[in-house]
């Protein structure tokens, strides 16, 4: 985004470091200079009309938190907000209101508006769950495991409510990308599997997932691919070990890559998984 002067340009960057952060470049200058300080990861900004605001959607694992700051790095503003991946960050013309989004396991990505003096915040939408009832599900968890080779991988866990009783059978779903992430947010149609069926899902975020540095994210490069599927074979263990979920109703799914990972979980640890299924997926790299 260039500064409405057009002296200067900011952008996203992990150069230098493992995580994103805001950084700034004086056209006349070659050198970048960081806004950000390099423990907070930046999942996305938004620069106020007028140049002097910054607002950061700052990571924080499993959700992110607003931030409005000025240059110097001084808070600007505090909004109460719910916990929640916040997103869309888009300032108003006068630069006095901020709007965004706040997606979470029991909402879908409803709007907000935060004002810039006072931080009084308003909620603008309430997006409905597809019949199901927010309340009586289980809210998400991160889970995590080790791989293999010791590296520590997690996932996002939905259990489904706790009228279902005995070990449940387990959904276990591959995002594509493979750098895409996934975080708790609201499951829309697959919270059928959940409220009506009594099935647990979760969705791992194996090697090559972005949102954890970019050592991990290129973990699962060239022949260091099937790794990663690897991760699925301890995700496996670890299902078999937690009593609530039943180790002998497993299946997996994914999407485009998250296809090829079902596609090769099948064919690497089928005696253990009851059916898989591959929506548009990579069956064969080299023609792909």
């Keep these: 985004v260039f500064a409405p002067d057009g002296k200067a340009v900011y952008a996203l960057s992990n150069r230098g470091g ?20 390099p423990e907070d990861t930046v999942d996305g900004f938004a620069l106020s009309p007028d140049g002097r605001t910054f607002a950061l959607a700052i990571d924080r694992g499993s959700d992110s938190i607003l931030r409005v700051q000025d240059a110097a790095g001084k808070t600007r ?3 109460a907000l719910p916990r929640g991946v916040v997103g869309d960050l888009l300032w108003h ?10 997606a979470s396991a029991r909402s879908f990505h409803d709007v907000y508006s935060v004002q810039l003096e006072g931080g009084k915040t308003e909620r603008w939408t309430t997006s409905e769950m597809g019949g199901a009832n927010p309340e009586s599900l289980p809210e998400a968890e991160i889970v995590e495991w080790k791989s293999f080779d010791g590296l520590s991988v997690s996932g996002v866990l939905y259990r489904p ?3 279902f009783k005995g070990p449940r059978p387990v959904i276990i779903n591959i995002h594509g990308g493979p750098d895409q992430r996934e975080r708790p947010r609201p499951l829309g149609r697959s919270n059928y599997f959940r409220n009506e069926l009594g099935i647990a899902v979760i969705y791992p975020n194996v090697r090559g997932s972005s949102g954890f540095g970019r050592s991990f994210e290129a973990l699962d490069n060239g022949r260091l691919r099937e790794n990663a599927v690897k991760d699925i074979g301890a995700l496996l263990d670890w299902i078999a070990a937690q009593p609530g ?5 497993v299946m997996v ?11 090769a979980s099948a064919i ?9 299924q591959a929506a548009f997926a990579i069956a064969d790299f080299p023609s792909f």
């Design 268 to 276: 690497e640890f089928g005696d253990r998984l009851r059916c898989a």
């Design 245 to 249: 979920l039943d180790k002998s109703r």
């Design 161 to 163: 409510p706790a009228r």
């Design 77 to 79: 503003v505090t909004a």
């Design 93 to 102: 013309p006068s630069g006095r209101e901020l709007g965004l989004s706040v």
């Design 253 to 263: 799914v994914g999407a485009s890559y998250g296809g090829y990972m079902a596609l």
């Design 18 to 37: 493992e995580e994103t952060r805001l950084w700034r470049r004086e056209l006349a200058r070659d050198a970048w200079v960081g806004v950000t300080r």
